[in-house]
């Protein structure tokens, strides 16, 4: 089984639509990642969380909030979709004494027309 | 502030022959640099890094990096390509403006194309 994993894997959706992201893990890392993959941009941090009462902003966190429920689950929401939003996303996680060391779920590929 | 600039958006080399994957950084601390890879479909690894111990860093697959100080680059080489190396590349560093954060700072990507 995956250690990082991300539903939905494939996401079409309208302008205007409110949509989530969830990544779940069975590492027992404290940290987690929400990056967005656009094509020649390499990845840009969106948020991250330290631990369950601990969440940050990243990078390019305008138009996204996200949920840390559990250890295990980190969620991304987009409450109203626009077609920049477009994108690769990917959840990661890793140990608080190796941080840098992060592990990656597959992505999930949002479209949003 | 700290960036990382990769110098070929796209690689192909003959299986067989060495992969060089050319990156240069940028940064006010003492950098912490890695190198991660992206096969199609599929989430980024690990495929080595440099936190100030030896210059010369071993990965997995056979990959190699040198950080050269003087030079401010962090090559990525592999003596000889084999097909399942054919993936997209990042040279990352580290964020340290902000203390121990986990927060990475990614290249723009390397396609590495192996042909038969």
């Known amino acids: 089984d995956a250690d990082v994993t991300q539903t939905p894997r494939n996401r079409i959706t309208k302008t205007g639509k409110r949509i989530m992201l969830e990544c779940s893990q069975t590492?027992?890392?404290?940290?987690m990642y929400w990056y967005r993959q656009d094509p020649g941009l390499g990845l840009r941090l969106i948020y991250y969380s330290f631990d369950v009462k601990d969440i940050n902003k990243g990078e390019i966190s305008d138009g996204y909030s996200v949920s840390r429920q559990a250890q295990a689950k980190f969620s991304l929401s987009l409450e109203s979709a626009i077609p920049n939003q477009t994108a690769l996303y990917f959840c990661?996680?890793?140990?608080?004494?190796?941080?840098?060391?992060?592990?990656f779920g597959p992505g999930t590929r949002l479209t949003v027309l | 502030a700290q960036s990382v600039t990769q110098l070929d958006s796209h690689v192909s080399v003959s299986e067989g022959t060495p992969v060089l994957l050319r990156c240069n950084y940028s940064s006010s601390y003492s950098p912490s640099l890695f190198w991660y890879v992206q096969h199609p479909n599929k989430g980024l690894q690990l495929l080595l890094k440099?936190?100030?111990?030896?210059?010369l860093v071993k990965g997995i697959n056979g990959f190699e990096a040198e950080f050269k100080k003087s030079e401010t680059s962090f090559h990525l080489t592999k003596p000889s390509a084999h097909m399942s190396d054919a993936a997209e590349y990042f040279c990352v560093v580290s964020d340290q403006s902000s203390g121990n954060t986990g927060k990475l700072i990614f290249g723009q990507g390397t396609t590495l194309q192996v042909k038969p």
């Open positions: 440099y936190t100030s111990a030896a210059t």
């Open positions: 590492k027992g890392h404290d940290r």
């Open positions: 990661a996680t890793s140990s608080q004494d190796r941080v840098n060391e992060q592990f």
